[in-house]
């Protein structure tokens, strides 16, 4: 299990005027962290909520995930996709209308596999990177690296762990690294049952096959993709379970949830 430090991530939002809470825009509800929000906002400190992994949904669902936030729960919320590089420019205007000041610094904070570090390395690319510490911030480029985005935008690249929250499938498969779950199998079944009562069609689409059953499908993603045992050539469940989970992290199985009807 992951550790959560509060400490060190409070310390870290002490050091920011905003907050850019990373999701995955595939399932918002179940990867953000209420806690960090909760904090955010008893801390008096604007929070965007960073809809990231935009290019898996149709550009309907990204819109009505971001109306969802904005008008529902009155927080500001952008869509972007930080492996293609879309939305940076919409986050910085963002930025700039909730924190009201220049230079102004942000932290980007997530649980884990949202695409932080990609958004990072995607504008370090494209904005020369530095690491020189933000004004007034003695000591800031131990613990935490600032990147400059744009002109008087600090970034800063937040090491400490943020925990996913409740006990779904989506809270299972990024509090350890996939390798180190004690029942694979267990977790890719209740995976792919949710991932079937999105979209019917998502094995299909994924790796060609036609079962609508979980063990069934594992069994035929093993064979599919050669995971087999030696001279019994059983199939290999567990391997077969930890590539449906890395599949679905990576955005090869298509699915997404759409926002609560108001
Ligand atoms: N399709 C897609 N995948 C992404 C995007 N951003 C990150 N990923 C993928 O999501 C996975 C987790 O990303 P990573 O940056 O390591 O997440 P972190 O744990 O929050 O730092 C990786 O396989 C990334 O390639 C994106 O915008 N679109
Ligand atoms: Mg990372």
């Known amino acids: 299990m992951l550790l959560a430090n509060w400490r060190l991530i409070k310390e870290l939002l002490g050091m920011v005027d905003a907050v850019l809470e990373i999701v995955d825009i595939r399932d918002p509800i179940s990867t953000r962290s209420k806690k960090l929000e909760r ?17 898996l949904v149709p550009r309907s669902i990204s819109e009505s995930w971001k109306n969802y936030f904005e008008i529902n729960e009155g927080v500001p919320a952008v869509y972007i996709s930080a492996r293609h590089r879309l939305g940076t420019r919409v986050l910085r205007i963002k930025l700039k209308e909730v924190v009201n000041k220049l230079p102004l610094s942000a932290g980007v904070f997530g649980i884990p596999k949202v695409g932080k570090s990609t958004l990072i390395n995607t504008l370090k690319g494209k904005h020369a990177a530095t690491t020189s510490p933000y004004p007034g911030t003695p000591g800031y480029t131990t613990r935490a690296q600032v990147f400059k985005l744009g ?69 035929e993603v093993a064979l599919k993709a050669g995971l087999i045992y030696g001279k019994d050539r059983e199939p290999n469940l567990i391997e077969a379970s930890k590539k449906v989970i890395r599949d679905y992290l990576n955005g090869i199985i298509p699915f997404y949830v759409k926002p609560p009807q108001p």
């Open 39 to 55: 904090i955010a906002e008893s801390r008096g400190q604007p929070l965007i909520i960073v809809l990231n992994k935009a290019d």
């Open 151 to 219: 002109d008087n935008i600090f970034l800063v690249d937040t090491p400490g762990i943020l925990p996913p929250e409740g006990a779904g499938v989506e809270a299972k498969i990024r509090s350890s690294p996939i390798d180190k779950l004690s029942n694979p199998v267990a977790v890719a079944l209740e995976l792919i049952h949710r991932i079937l009562k999105e979209n019917e069609l998502a094995f299909k689409e994924a790796y060609g096959l036609t079962s609508k059953d979980p063990g069934e499908i594992l069994v």
